[in-house]
């Protein structure tokens, strides 16, 4: 059982940043994939970006260039760097682990956290 918490959620500005982190309960190297996805009011979940096996990642066209996401092996963290952020960035974010090597459908992660709200607006 992997225990996955989110924090680091708020209220900003547009064109502020924030940093999401994700706390995991077991060690780094036992977790093949890490996810953050989003979810708006009245729209489905969806993928923000991914960190892969052997630590690529890939991104949403509606964040990349803007998001980034690193890890921390020795806090058993994953963060996700949300910088320029628009009011359509506003939505509850969660973190996901999978034992996929790679995976970007929600349906291959076995873990999520409970979510971090972000709110984008003046």
């Known amino acids: 059982q992997v225990h996955l918490v989110e924090s680091g959620g708020g209220l900003v500005q547009p064109g502020g940043s924030l940093r999401l982190s994700c706390a995991v309960s077991l060690s780094m190297h036992s977790i093949n994939t890490m996810g953050w996805y989003r979810q708006a009011p009245g729209k489905q979940r969806e993928l923000v970006g991914v960190m892969a096996s052997g630590g690529s990642t890939n991104y949403a066209d509606s964040v990349k260039g803007r998001f980034s996401i690193s890890k921390d092996d020795f806090k058993n963290a994953i963060y996700l760097h949300a910088n320029s952020l628009k009011p359509e960035d506003t939505a509850v974010y969660y973190c996901?682990?999978?034992?996929?090597?790679?995976?970007?459908?929600?349906?291959?992660?076995?873990?999520w956290g409970q979510g971090t709200q972000v709110t984008v607006s003046s």
């Open positions: 996901a682990a999978g034992s996929p090597r790679y995976a970007d459908h929600a349906h291959e992660y076995d873990y």
